[in-house]
């Protein structure tokens, strides 16, 4: 916002290029510092994330739920399962049956949900990725992807700012990386799932595989994320998904040595 008016006053009130540039960078100075405060992170603006991203998250699980008209049995298994692995606290767990039932309604939009969150997130790759990841673990509750759902994650990435092409690569990142739940690999983990995982091929260099498990590993790692505003409560199920990575890049370090 202060950045806006800043840059507006440099090209209409002075009519300076230079004053302009100055402006940008001041106004995003103070941007900075009301959404973080002076030393670091706001309180407050992280206390705000945390709700709306707990709010998003669920309103969203439920209309994926239903988006193929109803809601399976293993959908509501994830669902306590999920509540449960994350040790939420009695008011956190009311609040997510309450926006899972709100959003499974038939007449329930989306779009309001997700402009709140980006307003709020938009700027956070990793709270974005990790809603998008989630989700995607949601709709394969059930073991399959049931076109209804696809359809449904399309639009929620498109409005996450994610083009077609990246959405399929995470997509098909998150399916890999179940391969490898549990910490331990599996008679389906296969070398080929691990490559998927991390979202590499057997022709990339060892370097440019190291790269993409740290970037992995960067983006779930707790610190950053509690720092961007996820509930401290769903860390757990973040640290999981960092140990599925970590196994596939085991895998393929072994395979690459052998």
Partial sequence: ????????LGIFAFKSVLL???GYFIGSSIDRARDYGLGGVNPLGIARRQAIFLETLFVLMGKLAKSDGHISKDEINHVEDFIRKTG???EHRRQAIEQFQLGSAADFDISPALAQFMAACGNTLNLKQVLLMYLIVMALADGKLDPAEQT??????YQLGYSSAEFKQLL????NQSHFAGG???SSSTIDDAYKALGVTKDNTDQEIKRAYRKLMSQYHPDKLIGQGLPEDMIKVATEQAQEIQ???DLIKKHRIS
């Fill in 1 to 8: 916002m202060f950045k806006i008016i800043f840059v507006l």
């Fill in 20 to 22: 302009t540039i100055v």
């Fill in 88 to 90: 939420m606290s009695p």
């Fill in 152 to 157: 449904l994650l399309e639009q929620i990435a």
């Fill in 172 to 175: 098909e990142m998150v399916l």
């Fill in 184 to 186: 331990q690999t599996t």
């Fill in 247 to 249: 196994v596939a890049y």
